[in-house]
Nanobody, 116 residues
Framework: QVQLVESGGGLVQPGGSLRLSCAAPESIFNYYVMAWYRQAPGKQRELVASITNGGLTNYVDSVEGRFTISRNRAQNSVNLQMNSLKPEDTAVYYC??????????WGQGTQVTVSS
């Protein structure tokens, strides 16, 4: 599989912001959904935000109003703007895309750490 390439993770203080980006190997119009998941130590991987080919977005309750998912057609990317970060947002964040034929792709993950 050709991997999705994530970038933008790092260490920030509570209340700070980060912007994650995920570069896809093909036109994003091939995907019916693009999403960001995260997994904290000892916890299940959870869906954080998603966006459909038609532009519909959805967020887990804990990030509603703080995170924004968007697409960049020119760069074949999906982005996650994260504001007002909290320590509980600390996790490895994974990009995910799904297309027809049952094909899914995952990024390798990028670490986000929120700590003072």
């Amino acid at each position: 599989q050709v991997q999705l390439v994530e970038s933008g993770g790092g260490l920030v203080q509570p209340g700070g912001s980060l912007r994650l980006s995920c570069a896809a190997p093909e036109s994003i119009f091939n995907y019916y959904v693009m999403a960001w998941y995260r997994q904290a130590p000892g916890k299940q991987r959870e869906l954080v935000a998603s966006i459909t080919n038609g532009g519909l977005t959805n967020y887990v309750d804990s990030v509603e109003g703080r995170f924004t998912i968007s697409r960049n057609r020119a760069q074949n990317s999906v982005n996650l703007q994260m504001n007002s970060l909290k320590p509980e947002d600390t996790a490895v964040y994974y990009c995910y895309v799904a297309r027809g034929g049952g094909v899914v792709r995952w990024g390798q993950g990028t670490q986000v750490t929120v700590s003072s």
